[in-house]
C-alpha cells in the first residue's frame, strides 16, 4: 500500500491504475485515510479501519467518502478524522452505510437533497424547477428503497412525460444529479445512477419573437392597464355571477411595478428574477446601467436604454423597500408577473406567449438591425456564444442585400445588360 501525502497537487499527479483493480494511496499523517483510484482515472477518498475490539482477526472494513473534486482534501481529511474517532469509541462505520442505505427510500433521498443541495447552492428561480422534477419522481417512486429504483422504472416515469419532452428532459437531468449527489456522500452505492442511458426527447425549439404589430398591441394594452384598466371575464355559469359588476364596467387596473417590470424586460432582454431582484442601489443613472450584484450567470451589468430610464424614472420607490419593482410583503420584491402577463396577453390577442420571450424578441430586433452576435450576446449576459447563435439566423439584412446585388445582375444580363454591368465568365484552358 503505497504512501504518499494526499496534498490536492499529489493526488491531481495520481496516474490511472494500470489493472482492473484499483489503486489504494494511503496519507502517512492519517492512518486509515486514502484514495482509491480505478483503471479510468475516477478517483475517492477512503477510509479505512478495524472495528474496535475486533483485534487482528477481524478483516478490515473501508468506507468511501466521496469523489475526488466533490471534497476537497482538507474536507477529506477532517470528514475522515472524524470517522475515525467515532470507530475509537465503538462505531462501525461501515455496517450503518450499508443498513442505512438499505433502509433509504426515494422519498428520504430526494428529500435530503433538497435540504441540503436545493436550499443551499441553487438559485431560487432554478430551485423552483428542480423541486417540480423532484415531485414527479417522489410520487411515481417515494416508497422505493434508493438503491433498488432500476432504469426501468425511470424509463417509465420518463415515458409518461413524453407529451411535455422539455420538462421530461430537465427532470431526467434533475434525477440523475440526485444520484450523482447521493453516491459522493455514501448515501447509494457507487456507481448506481438509474438516469443513466435514458434517452432524451427531440425538443423543438420554443423562441417565440414578437412582431412590430405585436410590440403595438403590447404596448396599447400596458397603456390601458394602467389607465383605464383591462377587461376581464366572469363566469355566467357560477352562482355569484349575478352580483358581478356589468360587462362594460369589468376592468381591473395593473399594479405600476407589474407593468414596468414587463416594460423593462421587453426593453432590456433581462431574465424575470434579473428584473424582479434588481435594487435601486444597483442602478447608476448616469451611465445607464443595472449592476447586478448576482444573477443567472453571476455579477452582470443591465444596460438601460433611454427608454428604460424613463420607465424607472416612473417608478414610485417605496419606504423600506430596496428593490426596483416592490412586492406586497415589507421590504420583497415582486413574486411573479403571472396574473398580469395573463391579463395583458389577453388584453393584446397574444397566444401561446411567455414572460422569456420578450427576452428572445430583443434579440431578435438587436439581430435583426445587424448589430452583431457578440454584442447581442454582452447585452443578454450570455457567457458562451453558442448560447447567443440561436438568433444567427434573424440577421437578415447582409443576405437581403446580398441576394437583392445578386437578383439585380442576374436580371440586368437577362434584360441585355440594361441597369448593370456583367463580367463574363472565363473559359478553362488555353483560351485566356
Keep these: 500500500m503505497p504512501a504518499l501525502k494526499l496534498t490536492k497537487r499529489n493526488v491531481d499527479a495520481i496516474q490511472p491504475a494500470q489493472g482492473s483493480a484499483p489503486d489504494f494511496y494511503y496519507d502517512p499523517d492519517l492512518a486509515g485515510f486514502g484514495v482509491r483510484v480505478t483503471s479510468t482515472g475516477s478517483k475517492s477518498w477512503v477510509v479505512e479501519y478495524r472495528p474496535h475490539g475486533g483485534g487482528r482477526a477481524v478483516t478490515k472494513r473501508r468506507v468511501t467518502l466521496g469523489k475526488v473534486g466533490a471534497l476537497t482534501p482538507d474536507q477529506a481529511r477532517r470528514a475522515a478524522a472524524e470517522m475515525l474517532a467515532q470507530v475509537r469509541l465503538g462505531a462501525d462505520p461501515a455496517t450503518e452505510k450499508t443498513e442505512r442505505r438499505k433502509s433509504l427510500t426515494v422519498g428520504d433521498l430526494l428529500a435530503l437533497f433538497d435540504e441540503q443541495y436545493v436550499a443551499t447552492m441553487v438559485k431560487p428561480g432554478t430551485a423552483v424547477s428542480h423541486r417540480i422534477a423532484l415531485g414527479e419522481l417522489r ?46 456522500r455514501g448515501l447509494v452505492p457507487e456507481g448506481h445512477n438509474p438516469t443513466k442511458g435514458l434517452q432524451k426527447y427531440r425538443e423543438q425549439g420554443r423562441e417565440r419573437f414578437l412582431t412590430s404589430d405585436e410590440l403595438a398591441r403590447l404596448g396599447t394594452a400596458l397603456a390601458d392597464g394602467e389607465t383605464v384598466g383591462l377587461p376581464y371575464e366572469v363566469d355566467e355559469a357560477k352562482p355569484n355571477a349575478k352580483h358581478a359588476a356589468k360587462p362594460e364596467n369589468r376592468r381591473v387596473m395593473l399594479d405600476p411595478f407589474a407593468v414596468g417590470a414587463i416594460r423593462l424586460l421587453i426593453l432590456t432582454g433581462a431574465r424575470l428574477r434579473e428584473i424582479l431582484d434588481a435594487k435601486w442601489s444597483e442602478v447608476d443613472m448616469e451611465r445607464g446601467v443595472i449592476f447586478l450584484s448576482d444573477s443567472k450567470t453571476g455579477r452582470k451589468p443591465i444596460y438601460l436604454s433611454a427608454a428604460a430610464q424613463e420607465v424607472l424614472a416612473s417608478l414610485p420607490r417605496i419606504e423600506g423597500n430596496p428593490h426596483i419593482i416592490a412586492g406586497a410583503k415589507e421590504g420583497a420584491p415582486r413574486a411573479d408577473l403571472k396574473k398580469p402577463w395573463a391579463a395583458v396577453c389577453r388584453a393584446a390577442g397574444l397566444k401561446g406567449v411567455r414572460i422569456h420571450d420578450l427576452r428572445h424578441s430583443f434579440a431578435s430586433f438587436g439581430a435583426g438591425a445587424s448589430l452583431g452576435l457578440p454584442i447581442i450576446g454582452k447585452l443578454l449576459g450570455h457567457t458562451q456564444a453558442a448560447t447567443t447563435a440561436r438568433y444567427a439566423h434573424l440577421d437578415a439584412d447582409p443576405l437581403r442585400r446580398a441576394v437583392d446585388t445578386i437578383g439585380a445582375t442576374i436580371a440586368a444580363a437577362m434584360e441585355g445588360n440594361k441597369g448593370g454591368d456583367v463580367v463574363p465568365l472565363r473559359k478553362s484552358g ?3
Design 139 to 184: 410520487r411515481a417512486h417515494g416508497g422505493v428503497k434508493a438503491e433498488a429504483l432500476s432504469r426501468a422504472q425511470v424509463a417509465s416515469l420518463h415515458a409518461r412525460m413524453a407529451d411535455r419532452p422539455y420538462a421530461a428532459n430537465r427532470a431526467a437531468a434533475v434525477w440523475g444529479k440526485v444520484f450523482t449527489w447521493g453516491a459522493s
Design 430 to 432: 488555353g483560351n485566356k
